[in-house]
Nanobody, 123 residues
Framework: QVQLVESGGGLVQAGGSLRLSCAAS????????MGWFRQAPGKEREFVAA????????YYSDSVKGRFTISRDNAKNTVYLQMNSLKPEDTAVYYC????????????????WGQGTQVTVSS
């Protein structure tokens, strides 16, 4: 069982930066692929980024590629999402998630979810 708690959301102006953190409980964190998703009001939850358990691979959605960076610290059981050059369309609730299958972009491929953290980007 893995429990995930996100933090770091807030209000930022367009062009600004935020770093989200996701703290995980459980001794097997280092064996899970971790992902970030987001959900804007009235829209479906969408994939943002994922990182493999052994740091070897990352994958990003086209909408954030070059602006966001996912990373993890297995010693701290934490995954991060550094978000730069933020745009109003990045406004959403951001969720971290874990799965043991691999770099997946689909929500139902993930086994554990956090409660989400709100990111609001003003124009």
């Amino acid at each position: 069982q893995v429990q995930l708690v996100e933090s770091g959301g807030g209000l930022v102006q367009a062009g600004g930066s935020l770093r989200l953190s996701c703290a995980a409980s459980g001794r097997t964190f280092s064996t899970y692929t971790m992902g970030w998703f987001r959900q804007a009001p009235g829209k479906e939850r969408e994939f943002v980024a994922a990182i493999s358990w052994n740091y070897g691979s990352t994958y990003y959605s086209d909408s954030v590629k070059g602006r966001f960076t996912i990373s993890r610290d297995n010693a701290k059981n934490t995954v991060y999402l550094q978000m730069n050059s933020l745009k109003p369309e990045d406004t959403a609730v951001y969720y971290c998630a874990a799965n043991w299958r691999g770099l997946l972009t689909i929500t139902h491929g993930y086994d554990y979810w956090g409660q989400g953290t709100q990111v609001t980007v003003s124009s």
